[in-house]
């Protein structure tokens, strides 16, 4: 059981985990440390970094909004080598995010969200595991998905709450996200390279559109929805990214892993 467990072990892994600052983010780049990897952290800010882990995680400045997304990108996997993990948990928005709901939503503001978020996920995510094919490395990519790219978003939870409401932009993001990484582990499976999608539902923390904590109202709404009654809390969900990072789950691909709650099961 021992020599089992020790897969959870990544010495020897290097990690790039784009969006590595945010609330989920922080908590994977700490818990990949933990267990021995190296890690590079790619945002546009600075994560929080365990004292016991600042040796082992280094800072990239990076804007997944940027033009120049390719060419930067290519410039670090050149710089420091192909990683054998690669994590994007990044949720790039342009300042109009908030007003994305199908009445408020205007095409400039859909087609520049589509760009930055699932067009930046897809092209760091294809660069990718070219990089491990060229390096002759079977890696693990892992996207970061939502139950809203697999059912429809319950508009019963946003009643009586302030500033949170449906998405139009989030579920075709979310969606597009959840099948790319079905045809990507159909295609990169030939090179023992596994690409799967994280899902979660609703996490503790703040809310997207306005980065203040989410409404009280939503809370109460969302947990009366679930079947465990309560939110993910983020190092739940960064306990499925390690297991997906590790050799335990090496016959895992192509899965949009869901943790929830049981949200969808219902």
């Not at 990897?37 to 990239?60: E, G, T």
């Not at 969606?175 to 390279?193: E, K, P, W």
């Not at 980065?211 to 929805?225: A, E, P, S, T």
């Amino acid at each position: 059981m021992n020599n089992y467990l020790n897969q959870f072990n990544l010495k020897g892994k290097k990690a790039i985990i784009v969006g590595g600052s945010g609330l989920i983010g922080n908590e994977i780049i700490n818990v990949l440390a933990e267990k021995g990897a190296k890690v590079y952290v790619l945002d546009i800010k600075k994560p929080l970094i365990k004292k016991k882990n600042k040796r082992k995680i280094n800072y990239i400045h990076f804007d997944c909004s940027s033009n120049l997304i390719e060419k930067s990108y290519k410039k670090i996997l050149n710089t420091f080598k192909t990683p054998q993990i690669f994590i994007n948990c990044s949720y790039p928005t342009n300042n109009h995010w908030g007003k994305s709901d199908f009445k408020n939503i205007s095409f400039v503001n859909f087609k520049r969200n589509i760009d930055i978020h699932l067009n930046s996920y897809a092209w760091l995510a294809k660069v990718t595991a070219e990089s491990m094919c060229k390096s002759k490395i079977k890696g693990s990519i892992i996207q970061f998905g939502s139950i809203y790219g697999l059912v429809g978003q319950d508009l019963s939870t946003y009643k009586g709450a302030k500033n949170m409401k449906e998405n139009m932009a989030y579920s075709v993001i979310k969606g597009g996200v959840a099948n790319l990484t079905r045809q990507m582990a159909s295609y990169y499976g030939q090179y023992g390279i596994r690409i799967n999608t994280i899902c979660p539902g609703a996490v503790e923390g703040h809310a997207k559109a306005t980065g203040k904590k989410q409404d009280k109202i939503f809370i109460k709404n969302y947990k009366n929805k679930v079947p465990l009654k309560r939110l993910a809390k983020p190092k739940e969900v960064a306990a499925v990214a390690l297991f997906l990072s590790s050799d335990l789950s090496s016959y895992i691909t192509g899965t949009s892993l869901v943790v929830d709650g049981g949200w969808t099961a219902i």
